[in-house]
């Protein structure tokens, strides 16, 4: 064993040790003694620490010394007027042949006011370029627009990976743990002892995106190209957050409603025909939904499920269920029993369970961190004349409560409801 391998052993055994030390004595102060211990032990950790760099120090400089002088020649270019805001590209396809002349050596103005306006962005090991922000507004509007199920969402932004949030899944009539509750007492008789029923929840974030080649020939149509990505990768990005949303296991990506243990399946009707929705499973539906969530709860439905909602009346009259969308000012969204409807191919297929949801998704925590990142290099597909676009987010999720919710009368509620199999 070399000496530097022989110092790192004791580092981890001086760590082993001060942990012991402080685990012993959680719930007392130190003793005297192993006051004077932790001392040494710092102390001499410190030294320890200082003997390893100076030694990583002596091998990386040995390395340096090792590596062959490159010759460089210089090439003499007029000096280029950098001035941040100035000269702005109208568009990612005019960005991208300006990245690509860089790398030829042709870099212009607009290329380098990019690399010196915006945090961060700076050519990389692989010739990448940060996609300036503006061009990434489009796609983050669209992945928090109304077609996306993330922007009905309680988003919690992340500074980390992965958060943990203390969850309690009482009700007024039950809010503490074990067999004790608030009650009455008369003189003389202790009252019941109870302890909050709290526990937590894990949320972390996952990456998902997608690396887009754009050929030379699109790359001449500036306009084109801006164009096709944005619709490319924002609709892609949004059919994949809206699937884990609504359906994600919670295995390397967002735990879906349709996943969580909180979800209430409301039966089908007696003797129903197979593949059919009617106006008593909406009823039921929508009041297996607190009352107090029935305003902010939203249907999310398969695209074969809507063509069964049209003409659909509330039970015994003649009072319209499902509203077409457009039909009332500032309404996209067609309604049902008064809530928008969202149609998304992601759900279940007709008649299978969970074709139509009845949902109050601000009680759906999404956690994102840093938003929507976007990258080019023309260096990936170098050979093809391709450039490489990369796009990605960092995503997760769960459901605000793990369990349905049982009333005083042991019925069920929750703010998760699915239509049953037919």
Not at 225 to 245: H, P, R, T
């Amino acid at each position: 064993m070399s000496i530097l391998e022989t110092v790192r052993a004791r580092i981890q055994e001086i760590d082993a040790r001060l942990s012991a030390l402080n685990e012993s004595a959680v719930e007392r102060t130190f003793t005297a003694q192993e006051a004077d211990e932790i001392e040494k032990l710092q102390a001499e950790n410190q030294e320890l620490q200082r003997e390893v760099k100076l030694r990583e120090s002596v091998v990386a400089n040995k390395a340096a010394m090792a590596q062959p002088v490159r010759k460089t020649t210089l090439e003499v270019r007029p000096a280029l007027h950098i001035t941040s805001n100035e000269k702005a590209f109208k568009n990612l396809g005019e960005m991208a042949n300006a990245v690509r002349a860089k790398a030829r050596g042709q870099a212009n103005d607009r290329v380098m006011n990019a690399l010196s306006t915006f945090a961060n962005e700076a050519t990389d090991a692989d010739g990448g370029v940060m996609v300036p922000g503006e061009f990434r507004t489009n796609i983050e509007k669209d992945l928090y627009g109304q077609n996306s199920l993330l922007s009905f969402c309680t988003k919690v932004p992340l500074t980390q990976n992965s958060i943990v949030i203390p969850v309690d899944d009482t009700m007024p009539w039950a809010p503490f743990s074990g067999t004790g509750n608030l009650s009455y007492k008369t003189e003389g008789v202790a009252l019941d002892q109870v302890k909050p029923a709290q526990s937590s929840l894990t949320l972390t974030a996952h990456k998902l995106g997608v690396i887009v080649p754009a050929s030379e020939e699109l790359l001449q149509d500036n306009s084109a190209f801006s164009a096709y990505i944005n619709q490319l990768v924002g609709e892609a990005l949004i059919y994949k957050v809206n699937d884990a949303i609504l359906k994600g296991t919670g295995s390397g990506q967002a735990k879906g409603f349709l996943s969580s243990s909180a979800l209430k399946t409301v039966a089908s009707g007696s003797g129903q025909v197979a593949g059919t929705v009617t106006a008593g499973n909406i009823k039921d539906m929508y009041f297996a939904m607190p009352q107090a969530s029935r305003g902010n709860a939203v249907w999310v439905v398969n695209p074969n499920v809507e063509s069964q909602l049209y003409g659909m009346v509330i039970s015994g009259t003649t009072t319209p269920a499902f509203v077409p969308g457009g039909s009332m000012a500032n309404s996209p969204f067609s309604t049902l029993l008064g809530r928008p409807v969202i149609v998304l191919p992601n759900a279940p297929a007709l008649g299978a369970a969970g074709d139509v949801s009845f949902v109050d998704l601000s009680k759906y925590w999404a956690v994102t961190k840093a938003g929507l990142q976007a990258d080019n290099s023309i260096h990936f597909w170098f050979d093809q004349v391709v450039q490489a676009f990369r796009f990605y987010i960092r995503l997760g999720g769960d459901t605000r409560r793990q369990s349905v919710i049982t009333l005083p009368d042991a019925s069920t509620q929750s703010y998760y409801v699915r239509l049953a199999a037919r």
